[in-house]
């Protein structure tokens, strides 16, 4: 079955780096496209980050565009998110969800895998 | 962007009653190839987020089939015909439709009386 294993969160200073992974397995990684989503404490579900089965698009909400590099390494099955210029507003759990097929629409994401979630605390 | 609105956002509801969801879209969900991607996720207590329902009305394997999704165009909704415990939660829409950006509703919060 498919499983999606966050893992990489944690404590760390405003301004600072840290690197989120997702580990997959239970079907093809490398025909999917995949995403990130978070959730403030308390709060909803905000889209973070997309990328493309191949990994040739790219797209980033307007939050974190120009901080946060979404990735994947597809022999490992691995899927990452960078986030750089961490601020308290990016503490939330994140998500990794699995998104279309290649041959879909992007508009038929419709996120039917997750996993369990990272912490990510931006605090001094 | 779209903006997905639900009502409403808290929901007390009594054992083996009715319950509804509303989902409205700033924009038309129906997509140049026919279909309206909208879709209803429930989240419990300390989990994640699971699929319930795509393209509007599709129902996941393994939901209930006293869960149903409705609509079209601009307004959805998510109905239970006999709320359970294992209902509790919170309950989001999300539009695809109109990518890339991907939105979610602000989450309907289920409870029990």
């Known amino acids: 079955q498919v499983q999606l294993v966050e893992s990489g969160g944690g404590v760390v200073q405003p301004g600072r780096s840290l690197r989120v992974s997702c580990e997959a397995s239970g079907f093809t990684f490398s025909t999917y496209a995949m995403h990130w989503v978070r959730q403030a404490p308390g709060k909803g579900l905000e889209w973070v980050a997309a990328i493309w089965y191949d990994g040739s698009d790219k797209y980033y909400s307007d939050s974190v565009k120009g901080r946060f590099s979404i990735s994947r390494d597809n022999p490992k099955n691995i899927l990452y998110l960078q986030m750089d210029t961490l601020r308290a507003e990016d503490t939330a759990i994140y998500y990794c969800?699995?998104?279309?097929?290649?041959?879909?629409?992007?508009?038929?994401?419709?996120?039917?895998?997750w996993g369990q979630g990272t912490l990510v605390t931006v605090s001094s | 962007d779209v903006v997905m609105t639900q009502s409403p956002l808290s929901l007390p509801v009594t054992l083996g009653q009715p319950a509804s969801i509303s989902c409205r879209s700033s924009q038309s969900l129906l997509h140049s190839d026919g279909n309206t991607y909208l879709s209803w996720f429930h989240q419990r207590p300390g989990q994640s987020p699971r699929r319930l329902i795509y393209?509007?009305?599709k129902r996941d394997s393994g939901v209930p089939d006293r869960i149903s999704g409705s609509g079209s165009g601009t307004d959805f909704t998510l109905k239970i015909s006999r709320v359970e415990a294992e209902d509790v939660g919170v309950y989001y829409c999300?539009?695809?439709?109109?990518?890339?950006?991907?939105?979610f509703g602000q989450g309907t919060r289920v409870e029990i009386k």
């Open positions: 969800a699995r998104g279309t097929l290649d041959v879909e629409t992007p508009a038929a994401t419709s996120f039917d895998s």
């Open positions: 393209k509007v009305s």
């Open positions: 999300m539009q695809s439709t109109h990518w890339p950006t991907w939105m």
